[in-house]
């Protein structure tokens, strides 16, 4: 008594006033109760559910079904289904049906028609915009698919660029998605499951795989790693990618995230698993190891020669952003001796004006490098391009003539910036950057004997990560059959054999004996 009147109070004479808190509780209990036989009573909830009529989209449409006599209400959302097909597939028939002893089922002209027992069955139904109808005197509602979700068409890769490749990307509507993996694997072992992953918000996750090749603890693990998450709503599945990876504060990505078709239905035909989400136009892969980042798909589009090529070139561009500026700054502060003469005399002569030392030269361009590339990502798109180049230019010519950076140090982060675009998977990407910047810290406090040892111990680090149980540097360590295609490509004739991390059950491709 004494606490109410004491809100009132506050609510009276402070400026904001303090809401007192509600439960939900009670509509949680009437959306697990199963479906009454009386329809007004069922009507009356459903229209508290959905806070009908201030819920505009949300339609209750009252019938009588013809033949069988009996009343009944259609429930849908009209902004997230087929409206033609629920008038003609489930309404029309309903009201024209003229046989007496007829099933819901064998009036109604839709292609799936499912039965629920509950109330909470009938809410995911509608939400997912399935149209829904309830009878009068029956325990059962009755679900149609009449679905019809808003989503662009199918168009291009933004951020995998293919040469030879499909062109084909992924989009918002996991439909669309499964339908270009079958596309691209025409087996009856390809196996969808679906699963919600979020309380609220009833997000849709579904986990592809191939049942004859996949592992069966491997496929385990992830559903349980699925079914740990607790969570009221996952909007995307880049955020579903951080509650399912074994190390979330790992700068190195364990999870593969891919918006090529192809290249998840590469991974699948090897016995991994395909993560798709309903809104998300991109596709987890798991587990992975660090190769699957470093090697491309569009080498295997290329002659043995050109992909072997591009796979070096990939290699030289990882080592040279990683290690460029720390060994600069290495190499001139602690072992000058490494220099010729005449580059050194040089390199002094460029830096007699400029009064701050190599370190603050390095992380000065090395931020602005970030800056400019950060910008060019989120300005639109016609300018995006322009700010990049341009701004480069302005700000290292500028920088040179004021005498702030020294010419040799716009060579070293424009190289290693430069390089590091040759990566193409963004969460591999920035942990590339983040070692960068690492080794020069490094590198500016012991020279190049600290840049080994922080390799070393990087190394170390890595052997110890792994993605579901697969080690993160296989088939390096531990070595399997199928190590040799690690560094360079083999020929496709001659690769023969699956991961051997995976476990698959069909170890081999029978690429040679293929009729």
């Avoid at 390095?362 to 016609?382: N, Q, Y």
């Avoid at 059950?505 to 040679?512: L, V």
Wanted: glycine letters at 4%; a neutral charge; hydrophobic letters at 45%.
């Amino acid at each position: 008594m004494g606490k109410t009147k004491l809100t009132k109070f506050i609510q009276k004479w402070i400026k904001n006033p303090v809401y007192p808190q509600a439960s939900s509780q009670k509509e949680i209990q009437i959306k697990e109760q199963p479906i009454s036989v009386h329809i007004d009573e069922m009507l009356k909830t459903f229209k508290e559910i959905y806070h009908s009529p201030d819920n505009v989209d949300v339609k209750f449409r009252e019938i009588e079904i013809n033949g069988l006599k009996k009343r009944a209400v259609v429930i849908f959302i009209t902004t997230i289904i087929d409206v033609k097909e629920m008038e003609d597939g489930v309404i029309r028939p309903l009201l024209l049906n003229e046989v007496k002893d007829k099933e819901i089922k064998d009036i109604v002209t839709v292609q799936t028609v499912d039965e629920v027992q509950k109330i909470q069955e009938v809410i995911n139904a509608i939400n997912k915009g399935n149209t829904v109808l309830l009878v009068d005197g029956d325990h059962t509602a009755y679900t149609f698919n009449t679905t019809r979700m808003q989503s662009r068409s199918i168009e291009k890769t933004e951020n995998e660029i293919t040469l030879r490749g499909p062109k084909e990307s992924f989009i918002e509507n996991p439909e669309a998605n499964i339908s270009l993996i079958r596309k691209k694997i025409k087996n009856e072992n390809l196996v969808v499951e679906t699963n919600i992953v979020s309380k609220r918000a009833r997000n849709d996750l579904y986990i592809v795989y191939v049942r004859d090749l996949v592992n069966d603890q491997l496929l385990e693990n992830v559903k349980k790693k699925i079914k740990s998450i607790d969570i009221d709503s996952i909007g995307n599945i880049s955020m579903l990618e951080q509650y399912i990876e074994d190390r979330p504060l790992s700068i190195f990505p364990t999870i593969l995230n891919t918006e090529r078709p192809d290249r998840a239905a590469a991974f699948l035909e090897e016995g991994c698993i395909v993560l798709l989400m309903d809104n998300s136009p991109s596709s987890l892969i798991l587990p992975v190891t660090f190769w699957s980042f470093y090697q491309n798909p569009e080498e295997h589009y290329l002659r043995f020669a050109s992909g072997n090529f591009t796979r070096i070139l990939r290699g030289f561009a990882l080592f040279i952003s990683v290690f460029s500026s720390a060994i600069y700054i290495a190499v001139t502060n602690y072992h000058s001796e490494m220099i010729p003469p005449d580059l050194l005399f040089a390199i002094s002569a460029s830096r007699e004006k400029v009064p701050f030392p190599g370190i603050i030269e390095i992380l000065i361009m090395e931020l602005a490098f970030e800056l400019i590339r950060e910008a060019g990502l989120r300005v639109p798109t016609p300018i995006g391009p322009t700010i990049g180049i341009v701004g480069a230019l302005i700000l290292g010519q500028a920088a040179v003539q004021a005498n702030i950076i020294s010419p040799l140090i716009i060579i070293v982060v424009a190289l290693g910036g430069l390089s590091s675009f040759a990566i193409n998977d963004i969460s591999f990407n920035y942990a590339v950057r983040v070692m960068k910047f690492i080794f020069i810290f490094a590198a500016n406090i012991f020279g190049i004997y600290g840049m080994v040892a922080l390799f070393v111990m990087g190394l170390h680090y890595m052997v110890t990560i792994k993605s579901f149980g697969v080690p993160y540097f296989a088939p390096m360590t531990p070595r399997y059959a199928s190590s040799r295609g690690m560094i360079l490509r083999r020929l496709l004739t001659n690769e023969v054999y699956r991961p051997g991390f995976l476990k698959p059950k069909d170890m081999e491709k029978k690429g040679r004996n293929n009729e």
